[in-house]
């Protein structure tokens, strides 16, 4: 079975600084998808940035951008130039061949002025 | 853009009371899904739908039952509610399977209280 490890319950960055969320996985599919999803204080679940596993590449989306090690299985998350508005619990998520993500347990950051 | 609505945002339960969790979107997705955050734990889905009158069971179930006679709704049942099934509860849609081309959109998440 899948498993999706966040090891950092929390983390807090001053505004600006630069911070790297880790995620690890587990699974025997060659194929596969990774999410970082955000959960501000309004609950609302956010998807912040997707790698698909056949792609060397890593993903970027503006300050967002992934480290995807795929031999290591792992998919980080870095923030660029953070903002108060990244303060939120983030979730990475593990989708293979059938229809249920995997989700990590979250790791809670925040951004202090 | 309403996307997905869930109602209600907030409820309380007593032990053993029944209550149906309503999920409704506009954007014509296929894929509907139920999941539930406890604390400190990221999301277990319990139920999910690829199409209309199509209901599978996802990794939590137990204690719930769903429907899907429209493209637009997918209700969740609760119905003897007992004190494990307070959570945050979240459905989800998106136009194809959890693939990188159908990212999930997600309700605002319903906070369910049994006591």
């Known amino acids: 079975a899948q498993t999706v490890t966040q090891s950092q319950p929390e983390m807090s960055v001053q505004e600006a600084e630069t911070v790297t969320l880790s995620c690890t996985y587990d699974?025997?599919?060659?194929?596969?998808?990774l999410f970082w999803y955000k959960q501000p204080p309004s609950r609302q679940m956010i998807l912040v940035i997707r790698?698909?596993?056949?792609k060397q590449q890593n993903a970027t989306e503006n300050r967002f951008s992934v480290n995807f090690q795929k031999a290591a299985k792992s998919f980080s998350l870095k923030i660029s130039d953070s903002q108060l508005g990244d303060t939120a619990m983030y979730f990475c998520?593990?989708?293979?061949?059938?229809?249920?993500?995997?989700w990590g347990a979250g790791t809670k950051l925040i951004i202090k002025p | 853009n309403a996307g997905v609505t869930q109602t209600p945002k907030f409820r309380i339960l007593k032990i053993g009371q029944s209550m149906t969790l309503q999920c409704t979107q506009d954007?014509?997705?296929?894929?509907m899904y139920w999941y539930r955050q406890d604390p400190g734990m990221g999301l277990k889905l319990i139920y999910y739908s690829v199409g209309a009158g199509i209901t599978d069971k996802g990794e939590v179930p137990n204690g719930y039952n769903v429907s899907r006679s429209t493209t637009e709704d997918f209700p969740l049942r609760l119905e003897l509610a007992a004190p494990s099934q307070t959570s945050v509860y979240f459905c989800?849609?998106?136009?194809?399977?959890?693939?990188?081309?159908?990212?999930?959109?997600f309700g605002n998440g319903t906070r369910l209280t049994v006591t």
């Open positions: 790698q698909e596993a056949y």
């Open positions: 989800a849609s998106s136009y194809g399977g959890s693939s990188y081309n159908s990212p999930l959109h």
């Open positions: 998520a593990f989708g293979g061949s059938n229809y249920q993500l995997i």
């Open positions: 699974t025997s599919e060659s194929n596969y998808y």
């Open positions: 954007m014509n997705h296929n894929y």
